[in-house]
DNA sequence: TTGAGGGATGTAAACGCTGACATTGAGGTG
DNA sequence: CACCTCAATGTCAGCGTTTACATCCCTCAA
């Protein structure tokens, strides 16, 4: 077995016949060490295998060099897509990301805010879960913290968000310009920002069209698989179903189109019409392949690091929010070829 | 703004009048307070939003109470789902993990296991990069280490492994049992246990049944998405392409059915049967369903947990490996109805 | 009345590191 | 040869906790 305690700048010191301070110098590169000396300092610390202390460290120059990631699911690529853009950029600053799940729950999340408030990050990056209130207590431990594709009620963030009601008005334009009329959307939950702008956005925009949705055709999911799969059934057992169905984000698309695969009467592309939020892997080995709003996710992580990093420089500069824009790619399941069978 | 320098326990001390042990004893519910005091103490915590500093309390108590997980890739929901398994079962004893991403690239997983090092990690859960040397380095300041996933040549720590040679002859006889004769593979890199094992189980049990695999139907992939494609190419480009097609991985899987899909001539249960190594989230979406081997993720993340607390406890205790068993799960995707055609 | 016992609280050292400051000594200048 | 300079190195306080130990004082029994 190795040796059971790691090994201190003090050990490192004895084994060089050098004060801790001249151990110190060598490891940070700081000036004024004699290479004679330098090199018995190297030699200690390879031969004792001495990695510092991070804590110790941070302790000493009052500062870490942390930063976290609050994500609702952690499972989710497109979280995990936010993490690596987050990562890089603040990686080249020298700062290392935690990510953390808060299952998309009030409770967790303090949790989860507690503890990287406990370790003492430097910033924090999050897509809250509904409420506010946990952000207003972690805000006393002067954080920086960032807001990730979700707004909240109070505006007293930085946040890095999507332009959710542009990216759902082209998705009614192209199922209108598609000529389809019964036209139902799978939306997310009502009490978070990416929810609500894209159910309204969707039906403001096709309200401007002329259309309106029936409120059988307005199912709200909570953004996972089974809802989209269930609100799928739901809607493709309606006696008159949709012929177009926008699905609010990547899960519960994945879920519509399981449920529309295991439909005795329906066939994508053939009965109906598919378009989802956020690109998914398999979207170009579905037949058709699947038209989609797709976000820039890995920019996003970035667009949040570069605003957490400057929020540590200036903690009293004015709040910043940066919207990106969704890019829709068209591939073909908005498509209507069972026109003529429901007029 | 905030306050920009977090509270410490001088902090409220000074404002509930009392010494910093005592805040300490209430903090940490150690006993032999007075009722009143401890309210006084409560408020103060509660006025000033005190969060306790871990670093400074791991230092002092000389144990933190962190785990890190290196994944080669953080965005496969493969390794984030090992996570979820890791995570519960620590958080259960009070333990939180801190994942990062080797990139499986042996460089950056040397930063990685330097970084949790330094921050005294109790315990690192690791799938690791090719070459063994990395860990010899960490071993020395005495962490438990649990091998997830893959095996080193030397045989040094615990381990969570799957059983690749089952999994992987099981494929070979639903094949051979569905009566193909042409049978391919596309493997991972020969230089990790998955790969390895995943490519031998199979070779030898298509011998066992008297069947061979021509070089031309053997491919050696990465595990990443492009090279299922690419040699999923390669593979129905052949004179005498294969009639069915073992995938190793889930990207690869998903690269595969891509290219079949791309492919004029060739589709999926008509022309080329495929099984795939893990599940992944459109196999009941294709058509036929996709028949794979499917690893317990989750459990996977227990064990490790379960390995690295139990070897905190006595880090002398004899090494332990945990063989976990794949499931074969049949959906149809191994048939081959075109099997006149092709004789 | 007094001293033992013990609960409540304070004091201070220790954890591993950094950095300001102090000390040492070699080399150069007059 | 005395003095100054400055590079090289050492000393020590401090970072925010915990915890062993010391202290205080109240209660109770003899």
Redesign the pocket.
């Known amino acids: 077995m190795p040796p059971n ?1 790691p090994r ?3 050990d490192v010191a004895a084994w060089a ?6 151990v ?2 060598v ?2 590169h ?5 290479p ?2 330098a090199d018995r300092v190297a030699n200690a610390l390879e031969a004792l295998g001495y990695v ?2 991070a804590w ?2 941070a ?4 500062g870490s060099d942390l930063v976290g990631l609050i994500v609702p699911d952690i499972l989710n690529p497109f979280f995990a897509a936010i993490y690596s853009g987050l990562n890089e950029t603040a990686k080249s600053r020298g700062l290392a990301v935690w990510m953390v799940d808060s299952g998309d729950n009030s409770e967790q999340e303090r949790q989860m805010l507690h503890m990287l408030g406990g370790y003492r990050a430097r910033g924090i990056a999050i897509t809250p879960a509904h409420p506010a209130a946990n952000l207003r207590a972690i805000e006393r431990i002067g954080v920086p913290i960032c807001l990730v594709d979700r707004r909240l009620a109070k505006n007293l963030w930085d946040m890095v968000l999507i332009d959710n009601v542009t990216g759902s008005r082209q998705v009614a334009q192209i199922f209108v310009a598609a000529g389809h009329q019964r036209i139902a959307i799978i939306a997310g939950p009502q009490n978070s920002t990416p929810g609500l702008e894209r159910l309204s956005g969707f039906r403001d925009a096709l309200e401007k069209e002329g259309l309106s949705m029936p409120p059988e055709y307005i199912k709200i999911g909570d953004f996972r698989l089974n809802s989209g799969y269930a609100l799928g059934q739901e809607l493709l057992a309606l006696d008159r179903p949709p012929t177009a169905i926008f699905s609010c984000n990547n899960l519960m698309t994945m879920g519509l189109l399981q449920a529309i695969h295991a439909h005795p009467a329906h066939s994508l592309g053939k009965t109906v019409a598919v378009v989802g939020f956020d690109d998914i892997p398999i979207s170009t080995l579905t037949d058709p392949p699947l038209t989609v709003v797709s976000r820039p996710m890995r920019e996003m992580g970035v667009q949040a690091a570069r605003l957490i990093m400057a929020r540590m420089e200036s903690p009293a500069k004015p709040l910043e929010t940066v919207v990106l824009g969704p890019q829709l790619i068209i591939r073909g399941s908005e498509k209507n070829p069972g026109l003529l069978r429901w007029i």
């Not at 700081?30 to 004699?34: H, L, Q, S, T």
């Not at 302790?59 to 009052?62: E, K, L, V, Y």
């Open positions: 305690r201190t700048i003090k016949q050098v004060s801790t301070a001249t110190s110098r490891i940070n700081a000036g004024n060490v004699r004679h000396t510092p202390n110790a460290r302790m000493a120059t009052d």
